[in-house]
């Protein structure tokens, strides 16, 4: 038995107009395949471009290994020069990923490459945001921090997104204190008997290939997965819905320094409390269904 995922719509192109009436209005997830044909970045963004301008930069990485305590939130675990990354990513599969890489801090140049569509929303122009993975790499099933809607760009190569809306919480296996599911789990493989919980989660699928947008709505969580290297640029707007904004900022001034605390005082004891919870109140909910 295989996820419940459905097909994430795909348009050749779309209005503003089109796209609040029939995506951001309802918060349904779209792929865009040809929206930024007249960007720059659509013709020149490739690993080796980026190698060029930004080849001698340190970059953070990141690979799959499982939460530690002594390890701050989002703190990397290693770091190369981006052209030695760019290399490695050539050669074969790995692990190592770049998570959140803000280009306007890091090479500001790439700024002349794309411009803020409008959607309708206003995008946070702070916050563009890079993201980079080898072949068969993938990040953890997540949300973000401030549930924003997030307009994800990819370069070069193609990946899988599996989606799923907040009302699916109760069937992920959520780690209390945190905005990440078991990770244990492989999204893109699952153990169902293991895991019966996600049988019941209904989702969403999309692959991406150079120059496709996939709109994520507001809080949606999150599981992509590099078939081949390549990366992504996501662009940010505000979470618009009431619950989702409250939610937002106790992630960001409560939640997060609640989770730091715990981590500096019980140390391991925390996450692995955190990791029997996310199994025991699933059960508990599932139950209940
Ligand atoms: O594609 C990735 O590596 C992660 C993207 C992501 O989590 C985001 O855009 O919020
Ligand atoms: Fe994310």
Same mark, same amino acid.
């Given at each position: 038995?295989?996820?419940?995922?459905?097909? +994430?719509?795909?348009?050749?192109?779309?209005?503003?107009?089109?796209?609040?009436?029939?995506?951001?209005?309802?918060?349904?997830?779209?792929?865009?395949?040809?929206?930024?044909?007249?960007?720059?970045?659509?013709?020149?963004?490739?690993?080796?471009?980026?190698?060029?301008?930004?080849?001698?930069?340190?970059?953070?990485?990141?690979?799959?290994?499982p939460v530690k305590h002594d390890e701050g939130f989002?703190?990397?675990?290693?770091?190369?020069?981006?052209?030695?990354?760019?290399?490695?990513?050539?050669?074969?599969?790995?692990?190592?990923?770049?998570?959140?890489?803000?280009?306007?801090?890091?090479?500001?140049?790439?700024?002349?490459?794309?411009?803020?569509?409008?959607?309708?929303?206003?995008?946070?122009?702070?916050?563009?945001?890079?993201?980079?993975?080898?072949?068969?790499?993938?990040?953890?099933?997540?949300?973000? +921090?401030?549930?924003?809607?997030?307009?994800?760009?990819?370069?070069?190569?193609?990946?899988?997104?599996?989606?799923?809306?907040?009302?699916?919480?109760?069937?992920l296996y959520k780690i209390p204190h945190s905005l990440i599911t078991r990770e244990d789990i492989?999204?893109?493989?699952?153990?169902?008997?293991?895991?019966?919980?996600?049988?019941?989660?209904?989702?969403?699928?999309?692959?991406?290939?150079?120059?496709?947008?996939?709109?994520?709505?507001?809080?949606?969580?999150?599981?992509?997965?590099? +078939?081949?290297?390549?990366?992504?640029?996501?662009?940010?707007?505000?979470?618009?819905?009431?619950?989702?904004?409250?939610?937002?900022?106790?992630? +960001?001034?409560v939640m997060r320094h609640f989770d730091n605390l715990m981590r500096r005082l019980k140390g391991q004891e925390w996450i692995d409390w955190k990791n029997e919870k996310a199994v025991e109140r699933t059960q508990k909910l599932?139950?209940?269904?």
């Amino acid at each position: 038995m295989k996820l419940n995922l459905e097909q +994430i719509p795909r348009e050749k192109t779309l209005s503003k107009k089109e796209f609040l009436q029939k995506y951001f209005k309802p918060q349904k997830p779209v792929v865009i395949e040809r929206f930024i044909g007249d960007w720059p970045a659509y013709s020149k963004w490739n690993l080796d471009y980026v190698k060029e301008v930004a080849g001698e930069k340190e970059v953070p990485l990141y690979d799959d290994r499982p939460v530690k305590h002594d390890e701050g939130f989002n703190e990397p675990h290693t770091k190369m020069k981006m052209a030695d990354y760019v290399d490695l990513l050539k050669s074969g599969p790995t692990k190592y990923r770049i998570f959140l890489w803000n280009i306007l801090k890091e090479v500001p140049e790439l700024q002349k490459d794309y411009s803020y569509p409008d959607f309708g929303l206003r995008l946070m122009k702070g916050l563009p945001m890079l993201f980079f993975g080898g072949e068969n790499s993938h990040t953890f099933m997540h949300y973000d +921090i401030d549930l924003a809607n997030i307009f994800h760009f990819h370069f070069e190569g193609k990946k899988q997104c599996i989606l799923f809306s907040q009302s699916e919480t109760k069937f992920l296996y959520k780690i209390p204190h945190s905005l990440i599911t078991r990770e244990d789990i492989d999204f893109a493989d699952p153990d169902l008997e293991k895991w019966p919980a996600l049988k019941r989660a209904k989702g969403h699928i999309a692959h991406l290939e150079h120059g496709n947008v996939l709109y994520i709505p507001e809080g949606y969580w999150h599981h992509m997965k590099y +078939i081949t290297p390549g990366f992504s640029m996501s662009l940010r707007a505000i979470a618009r819905k009431p619950k989702n904004f409250g939610k937002a900022v106790y992630n +960001i001034f409560v939640m997060r320094h609640f989770d730091n605390l715990m981590r500096r005082l019980k140390g391991q004891e925390w996450i692995d409390w955190k990791n029997e919870k996310a199994v025991e109140r699933t059960q508990k909910l599932l139950l209940q269904q």
